[in-house]
């Protein structure tokens, strides 16, 4: 979705909500700041229902059904044309406006169907030439318009048709075909452009009629006024029709036979008087001559227009329809070297706004003003240059605000720092919000500015303290920062000459001792000294008051050296350290621990270079002491479960890493670990020749979690998901990488895929499920037994887990194929198309010797290349990934959906040759 503004606000009801409503539909026309382009968009779906049901009444007859069904459908289209002339009215008989929403012919429906209320004892249908009706009726009688109404009818369809030939003579953009047709097949959209272009060229013909029928109405010797109905002259009528949507409609007998209601003009109406409405006439008259290259007609109707204008003025009436433009009048006299003693003045409104006094009311008629137009009518009412200032500047800034453009800096800093912008900017803010317009984007701007602005809710309230929002602004405080030291600090600091920068870096034991003993009481080792935990509490626990910071420094600087691997220093360092400890240093439970954590600085040291089994002779001799020196540290007597859990994860991934399955299995006598309940597990895992007993170890954890009693028993062993994923971060042995992809990738697989999960690609399903190397092995695991069951899986964690074990596997092994077709599923599965398309790529070359053998299928398969297709098309290259076709084993089946999506794309180039030289 591009923009889901639309769920701010309710949509519009349609037709059928107001028809069956009444009182909905008399309360929306009573609005006054209801939508007029909603009100004529109502008035066209109205028109089209009541030309549906007249078409359905004249097959009724036709077809000689009984008079109830035709009494029905007659009192329905009866009513839809009230409620379409009722929104009509309610638009002040805009023709312009309606023109917008409603076509030609619904409109020649409607203002037909307006001249048949009007002339109720004349049937005139939906497609009737009506101006000949109408010239018929006054020709044959003998008396001139005897009622107000049917002469606002007869100047009003007129107009229209005037109105007609005018934008008949200026057409639209010519219609265009929905769809390329290269079959020449019937095309909707044309045909109906050509009955919209046949309608408008019969009513043009009419124009000689209407205008003959609007000098007639000027002619006649009454002076009589016109009545303009109003949408309670349609309401009325309205109310007094049977409810269609009650029970009462059932019994036919009530419905009157009669297809036009009888309506009361004269119940509520507007007048106007003679002088006005003739000089409409004459208007409306003079602006089609000009169109038509009428030089002559037209200067006549000015100068009548000209002359009789003081007349015009003493009626003037607001309205679009009834009005007169006077910038157009203007422009025609102009136009024409026509001289008028008058000035066609802006509105008294206008002239308020230019040389009045600025205030609220002033304010929100120039909301709907240009904002240099705004500012200009506030520049004339300023009392000061700095109150100008401040007012454009808070003007501007909401302006801003409230279209959407982002908030700067340099914005806030000048509101933060000019209290009285913010007063204005306050103000500003209310007025937009009693608009109702902005309302909702106002106040987020509000509660934006007041998480920005110090003191912005205190001086709201000040402005403003009867706000009902006002509750819900608060201040928020903010943090004090801590500034910088200062340069005195600065300077003591580095004046202390190289002795704190020597006692910093250095790792010589006679100069740290020295430099300490110098700087004894001016430095203190910060607690965020990192200390190993293997020796630290015991230190910290023994080390009396004096010597306390001494040893903290040392034990510190040894963890630093243990950090940066140089095993060899951190030795030499630590036999340094026992001595400068005097008595503390011959402690034995000291002298073990020191002992224990020099096997874990090995370990980490190795695990630091082991990236792959190495055949060097000297990494192998190192691998091989660290072997016997770890298994003799654990089956000592002087182990101890405390000090030996502090290094157990990197002692069983030591031992998970060279393969010790047995060791792992039988020879941890009184150790508890979490870490070797996994490694234990993968290692009975390792050791078994039957499929089924590994898997039947692998279920063990899943089954033990679902028993709650096990797990209540043994909660201390189960690993938690920080040390699974440093254990992960260590294991490097291959045939352990290949498990864990597939256990953890069926897992993966299994959560993924769940049904409110899937996406669709070309109407099909992409099956996300990572590719495995032994799939026999899990044939069984993960399987819902019932509907109902969920999985319980944490995707991010897994997401996390199988990141960590294929960048360990590609250090391991790169040019595995297996591997690298796993971890494209991976990618693929994550919708990183573009690593997955690499990967796929690289697991194509690797399983094929560089591409010089066919393609093996236990690596490369159809799922495969759906896959690559999909990776392609997202990267943009349409075209190699319907050429991916070629490389399928079943590809008939992907064809059509290929070429579809091909044919969709907006390209006409080849886009091999792009996508290669941007991403190789």
């Known amino acids: 979705m591009n923009n889901l503004n639309f769920l701010r606000e309710e949509p519009p009801l349609n037709w059928l909500d107001y028809f069956v409503d009444r009182k909905k539909f008399g309360k929306f026309l009573e609005v006054e700041r209801s939508d007029s382009k909603q009100l004529s968009a109502l008035a066209n779906q109205f028109t089209d229902q009541a030309v549906s049901i007249d078409k359905e009444c004249d097959m009724l007859i036709r077809k000689e059904y009984d008079e109830e069904d035709l009494a029905y459908n007659r009192c329905k289209s009866a009513q839809l044309w009230i409620c379409a002339l009722s929104c009509f009215a309610s638009v002040n008989w805009n023709l312009d406006l309606m023109k917008q929403c409603c076509n030609i012919i619904s409109m020649k429906a409607l203002m037909n169907r307006l001249v048949a209320f009007c002339y109720p004892a004349k049937t005139i249908n939906s497609n009737e030439d009506v101006l000949s009706v109408l010239i018929e009726i006054h020709t044959e009688s003998k008396v001139e318009f005897e009622k107000p109404e049917q002469l606002f009818a007869c100047w ?49 013909r009419s124009v000689e009629g209407a205008q003959k029928l609007l000098k007639r109405m000027l002619e006649s010797s009454r002076k009589v006024h016109i009545i303009v109905p109003t949408k309670e002259c349609f309401l009325e009528a309205l109310s007094k029709e049977p409810n269609l949507s009650t029970d009462s409609v059932l019994n036919f007998g009530n419905i009157r036979i009669a297809s036009v209601p009888v309506l009361n003009f004269q119940a509520n109406n507007k007048r106007l008087d003679y002088n006005f409405w003739t000089m409409t006439v004459l208007y409306s008259l003079m602006c089609n001559h000009f169109a038509a290259g009428k030089v002559h007609e037209v200067r006549n109707d000015l100068e009548k227009i000209v002359k009789n204008w003081s007349k015009y003025k003493k009626f003037h009436v607001d309205n679009v329809v009834l009005g007169i433009n006077e910038n157009d009048l203007a422009g025609y006299c102009d136009a024409y070297g026509i001289t008028y003693s008058y000035c066609f003045s802006v509105s008294r409104s206008q002239n308020e706004l230019m040389f009045g006094t600025i205030n609220e009311k002033i304010l929100d008629i120039l909301d709907s003003y240009s904002l240099v137009h705004r500012l200009e009518c506030q520049r004339i009412a300023c009392t000061s240059e700095s109150a100008l200032v401040n007012d454009i500047l808070a003007e501007n800034i909401i302006s801003e605000y409230y279209n959407g453009f982002p908030a700067t800096l340099s914005t806030l800093t000048k509101l933060a720092a000019n ?9 500003a803010c209310l007025r937009l919000v009693k608009r109702k317009s902005q309302a909702q984007v106002v106040k987020e701007v509000i509660q934006f500015l007041s998480t920005k602005i110090p003191n912005f809710a205190e001086e709201f309230k000040n402005v403003n303290p009867d706000c009902e929002y006002l509750g819900y602004l608060r201040d928020i405080s903010r943090q004090p920062i801590h500034p910088l030291p200062s340069v005195i600090a600065i300077k003591e600091l580095l004046n202390g000459g190289t002795d704190v920068w020597r006692l910093i870096i250095s790792f010589d034991m006679n100069e740290i001792k020295s430099l300490f003993a110098k700087m004894t009481g001016k430095i203190t080792v910060p607690r965020r000294f990192r200390i190993s935990r293997m020796i630290g509490d015991v230190m910290s626990a023994a080390a009396s008051q004096g010597n306390f910071e001494h040893i903290n420094l040392m034990l510190g600087k040894l963890e630093q050296l243990a950090v940066i691997g140089d095993g060899t220093q951190w030795r030499t360092f630590c036999n340094e350290c026992v001595k400068e400890m005097g008595p503390l240093g011959k402690i ?12 874990r600085v090995q370990l980490e040291c190795w695990h630091a270079r082991f990236s792959r089994v190495s055949n060097n002779s000297q990494f192998v001799h190192v691998t091989q002491t660290l072997n016997s020196t770890v298994k003799a540290l654990i089956q000592s007597s002087m182990t101890s479960p405390v000090t030996m859990g502090k290094m157990m994860l990197h002692t069983v991934t030591f031992f998970i890493n060279t393969s010790e399955w047995d060791f792992l299995l039988r020879s941890f006598v009184k150790v508890k670990s979490p870490f070797l309940d996994a490694a234990k597990m993968i290692a009975a895992y390792m050791t078994s020749n039957d499929p089924a007993v590994a898997r039947q170890i692998v279920e063990g954890p899943c089954k033990r979690r679902n028993d709650g009693s096990l797990v ?28 864990l992809i597939s256990f953890l990738g069926k897992m993966f697989g299994a959560a993924k895929n769940m049904a409110k999960m899937r996406k669709e690609c070309d109407g099909q399903e992409i099956n996300k499920d990572i590719f495995v190397e032994h799939p026999d092995y899990w044939q069984s695991n993960f399987e819902k037994k019932g509907i109902d069951d969920e999985f319980c899986f944490n995707l991010p964690f897994l997401t996390e887990c199988l990141d960590t074990v294929f ?43 560089s591409l010089m053998r066919p393609l093996p299928d236990n690596v490369v398969d159809d799922v495969m290349w759906l896959k690559v297709q999909r990776c392609l098309r997202v990267n943009g290259a349409e075209t190699l990934s319907t050429l991916i076709c070629q490389l399928m084993r079943n590809p008939i089946e992907r064809y059509v959906p290929t070429a579809s999506s091909l044919l969709e794309t907006h390209g006409d180039t080849l886009d091999a040759f792009i996508y290669i030289t941007t991403n190789y």
């Open 156 to 204: 009003l369809y007129a107009t229209w048709l005037l109105k007609v030939d005018v934008d008949g003579r200026f057409p639209e953009t010519v219609a265009k075909p929905t769809v390329s047709n290269p079959l020449n097949q019937f095309d909707a959209n044309l045909m109906q452009a050509e009955q919209f272009k046949n309608c408008i060229t019969d009513l043009r």
């Open 419 to 427: 209290k009285p912008v913010i007063s204005r900017l306050i103000t």
């Open 588 to 599: 034995q439970e000291i002298q073990v621990r020191f002992a224990f954590d020099a096997v």
């Open 712 to 739: 209540r028993e043994q909660t201390k062993q189960l690993l938690t998901r920080a040390q699974f994923l440093d254990m992960l971060r260590l294991i490097k042995e291959y045939r352990t990488i290949s498990f």
């Open 807 to 849: 960048k360990n596997a590609l250090i391991v092994n790169p040019i595995n194929a297996f591997w690298l077709r796993s971890y494209a599923d991976f990618c693929f599965a994550c919708d990183k198309f573009a690593d997955a398309l690499v990967l796929y790529m690289e697991a194509c070359v690797a399983c094929s010797d």
